[in-house]
């Protein structure tokens, strides 16, 4: 008997060695042919295969084989041994069968236990630090805002995105629309990874003309395909219905670097009226690169600008270009190049910096030598900043509200990434100089719901104001009038009861405004991942590793008071859950850093040493949609 038991034993292990075990599930059935390859046969109809996440899993491949070239298999970090979230894997509509090959994820992981079928997927918000009223994807990684434009009443924020996990990969183009900046709706990604590559961050534009042939009013992206395999290439892709979904260019790429530049990428495409012609500027290495076009698919070359120009070293990425009035004269514009640079910010990692100057149809010219470094925000998450087409006179700029040193381990799961307020441009002078100005939009103050009128307090040391909010979610505006004084030292700080805290203050002697993170919650966000670790070469080409990363979460940041007038600033303070930004004498200083307190700030304490302070017309704001 037992001898006929282990007969049997083995011959069905052999079964499952020779065809590969099979497994049935409710709807579908598993086999591994070997190790590390599973198939799962769909045998009924369903929406979703939905998939357990491991963030510390390597990628597996998860493939949907219809048979055809363009198959994509999309890079997965199935579980392995524990599962953090689940995120749904879309299947065909309309058919009972369907077959996915994963390659990469050994047969005895955790994720093929838990795999189900299903038609729904909760996106109910399961995140402590999700925000309030920010932007943030219904789950999912999000880095740059992309493709920003307005038509017919709506605004497009497509974004760069993986809708298979938390952590960077498989880029698509995500997309919301609003009505007002503010009020968000999530619809289904516009453009999907395909095999070209990841669709990166671009740009879109409205085709009044019918320039390339896709009708009047076409929507027109502009995105670049990315691959080891082809490199960084510029493909476009047109809608014809108000950019939900795209169709892409049969002869794409559009534009390849002409050196082979490996890093070639993000293109903006703008009007330009006096050539009537259609440009583009693409981020190449250390410079920007224009191009012109009739029909937007051949491209010509005009100039290049910024090699040495800004802080040093650097990664230009994500431009933009724009032309504003100076102090609000529409007899005065000037041009102005918005770069994004990794690494290089001020703080660490990412930030973006900006040069104001002349353009001539062909070539850019700079106003100020190359070692001059305007930073369009001082704060260390706001990153690959560009504006929305299509607005008219008015220029509003959207930031991704991270940095790429931690963006991808930050103490949230579901979803990754959220876009710091949208805020508008505008150049004003300063000692001879013209900067750029970036103020939250006037929209966001259909955000207060409740406001909390204090007036004018004067301190001499300090003076605290507990339980800002009765009902307190952790969105609020502060909104005052601050004169530091004689004082040295003169600020405020958003307190929790564990004594978390985050300091914002006039340092009188170095003539600063700092904001400081030090105590403000978590600031040990972890170890460095392959993320933040890059190959780059050295100058006698040597590739080495380099490590894109220090634990230095825990820092103050800072912004040069000279760039306002007077002795009184005019604050406004945004807190949401994760966020502080500050918008100082409307936007000539702006400065947006991540905090992660573990309970909401609910006091507030104002302080000065060395003098008294002034605080006047001060209301606290309840945020919310
Ligand atoms: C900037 C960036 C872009 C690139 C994209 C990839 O954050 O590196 O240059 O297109 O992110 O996700």
Redesign the pocket.
């Known amino acids: 008997m037992k001898k006929n038991l282990i007969h049997l034993s083995f011959a069905f292990l052999l079964a499952c060695n020779l065809s590969s075990c099979q497994q049935e599930k409710n709807g579908f059935s598993m086999e591994h042919p070997n190790d590390s390859v599973t198939i799962v046969h769909v045998n009924r109809e369903a929406k979703y295969l939905i998939l357990p996440i491991q963030e510390s899993s390597r990628e597996g491949k998860v493939k949907l084989d219809t048979g055809s070239p363009a198959d994509m298999a999309m890079d997965i970090r199935l579980a392995t041994d524990s599962i953090d979230y689940y995120v749904p894997f879309a299947l065909p509509e309309g058919t009972k069968e369907a077959k996915i090959v994963i390659n990469k994820v050994k047969s005895n992981a955790i994720c093929w236990d838990n795999i189900q079928l299903a038609d729904t997927f909760s996106t109910e918000n399961t995140d402590y630090y999700r925000p309030i009223y920010h932007h943030t994807p219904l789950y999912g990684w999000m ?2 805002a ?1 493709g920003l434009v307005y038509k017919d009443g709506e605004y497009h924020l497509y974004f ?1 995105y993986n809708p298979y996990g938390s952590m ?1 990969g498989n ?1 698509h183009w995500g997309h919301s629309v609003s009505r007002d900046l503010i009020h968000w709706d999530h619809l289904d990604p516009a453009i999907a990874r395909d095999t070209l590559g ?1 669709i ?3 740009s879109t534009i409205v085709d009044h003309n019918n320039s390339a042939g896709y009708g009047k009013n076409a929507l027109i992206a502009f ?2 395909s ?1 691959s080891d395999e082809h490199g ?1 290439i510029q493909c476009m892709a047109y809608s014809n219905d108000n950019g939900r979904t795209y169709t892409k260019y049969e002869n794409n790429p559009i534009l390849t670097p002409f050196d082979g530049l490996k ?1 070639f ?2 293109p903006k495409v703008f009007w330009y009226e006096p050539a009537k012609k259609w440009y583009m500027i693409v ?1 190449a290495d250390k410079e920007m690169r224009f191009y012109a076009s009739d029909n937007m698919k051949d491209w010509t070359y005009l100039s290049s600008f910024g090699k040495g120009y800004g802080v040093q070293p650097n ?1 230009f ?2 431009p933009d270009f724009i032309q504003l009035p100076v102090d609000g004269n529409e007899q005065n514009k000037k041009w102005v190049m918005i770069v ?1 640079i ?1 690494p290089g910010c001020l703080f660490g990692g ?1 930030a973006t910096e900006y040069f104001v100057g002349d353009f001539d149809g062909t070539t850019f010219t700079c106003d100020t030598k190359p070692e001059v470094t305007k930073w369009l925000d001082f704060g260390k998450d706001h ?2 900043t560009v504006c929305f087409s299509n607005t008219g006179e008015r220029v509003v700029a959207v930031p ?1 509200m991270s940095n ?1 040193q931690y963006a991808n381990i930050t103490p949230i799961r579901q979803y990754r990434g959220a876009n710091a307020l949208p805020r508008e441009l505008s150049l004003y002078t300063k000692d001879g100089e013209i900067y750029m100005a970036a103020n939250a939009v006037k929209e966001t103050r259909d955000l207060r719901k409740e406001t909390r009128t204090i007036g004018n307090i004067s301190v001499a040391r300090e003076h605290t104001i507990s339980e800002v909010l009765a009902q307190n979610e952790g969105a609020f505006e502060l909104e005052m009038d601050l004169t530091p004084g004689q004082a040295q030292t003169a600020g405020l700080e958003l307190m929790n009861s564990k004594g978390e805290r985050t300091k914002i203050y006039f340092d009188r002697e170095q003539n600063r405004l700092v904001m400081d993170r030090t105590e403000s919650g978590i600031t040990d966000l972890g170890e460095p991942t392959e993320f933040n670790v890059h190959e780059k070469e050295t100058d006698d080409h040597r590739k080495v590793l380099s490590v894109n990363y220090v634990n230095d979460f825990a820092l103050g940041t800072w912004a040069p008071l000279n760039l306002c007038e007077g002795t009184t600033y005019h604050l406004n303070i945004f807190v949401d859950k994760c966020s502080v930004e500050i918008f100082v004498d409307n936007g000539r200083i702006a400065m947006t850093n991540l905090v992660f307190p573990t309970e909401v700030y609910n006091t507030l304490r104002f302080y000065s040493e060395g003098g008294n302070m002034q605080v006047n017309n001060l209301n606290i704001h309840r945020l919310g949609l």
């Open positions: 880095n740059d992309n760069q960077w880029m990841h990166f961050s671009g995105y670049t990315a960084q890093d990428r993000d981020s990664q990425e994500c994004n990794n990412s990153y690959a991704w790429w």
